[in-house]
């Protein structure tokens, strides 16, 4: 028995600089508004309140994690924190699962929880190009981006026999 397990999150170092921006922007202009104005205790209300939101969304976007899992019974996955419960998909409900390269901004308006406009289905993506393509006996589709590809597709092959 052969099984893929991933766990992926949003941990880009460009994605760190974009939202110390928002952090930053709160405490320079605190830093500025004291040297000219004398309701400091209002300023510094309306900054905490500005921090304690961005740091909320902040603490948000860094929690998301991606989680796959494939082996005999079928795909599992779990997008944290939007999908609180692991989510599966036995193989019976699969017509075909491949990995492939895709562009996730053309396809998809960039990584994350999305909806294809174009009929491509859903995808569920955190960084990269490559992904587990699903497709459904019913004619859905979701992709599932990965770090790993080939690990995927020597499992995808072990389990060919359950989707053809």
């Known amino acids: 028995m052969k099984v893929f397990v991933e766990e992926q999150r949003f941990n880009q170092w460009w994605l760190y600089v ?12 605190f830093l500025f508004s004291a040297n000219y104005n004398n309701s400091q205790e ?3 209300i309306g900054i905490s309140i500005s921090l304690i939101i961005v740091s909320l969304v902040i603490i948000f976007i860094l929690s998301i994690r991606l ?12 997008f944290y924190p939007i999908n609180f419960n692991e989510k599966f998909i036995p193989w019976s409900d699969i017509s075909n699962c491949y990995v492939r390269k895709y562009n996730p901004i053309v396809e998809y308006g960039g990584w994350g929880y999305k909806m294809s406009p174009f009929g491509r289905g859903r995808v569920l ?13 019913n004619g859905k ?17 072990t389990y060919e026999y359950k989707f053809k």
Not at 67 to 78: A, C, L, R, W
Not at 125 to 137: A, C, M, S, T, Y
Not at 142 to 156: D, F, N, P, W
């Open 67 to 78: 989680k796959t899992k494939i082996d005999e019974n079928g795909v599992y996955y779990q």
């Open 125 to 137: 993506n955190v960084k990269g190009n490559r992904g587990i393509q699903l497709e459904f006996k």
């Open 141 to 157: 589709k979701l992709l599932l981006g990965t770090q790993s590809a080939e690990l995927v597709e020597k499992t995808l092959g």
């Open 42 to 44: 209002v300023n510094a």
């Open 18 to 29: 974009i939202l110390a921006i928002p952090l930053l922007a709160p405490l320079l202009a």
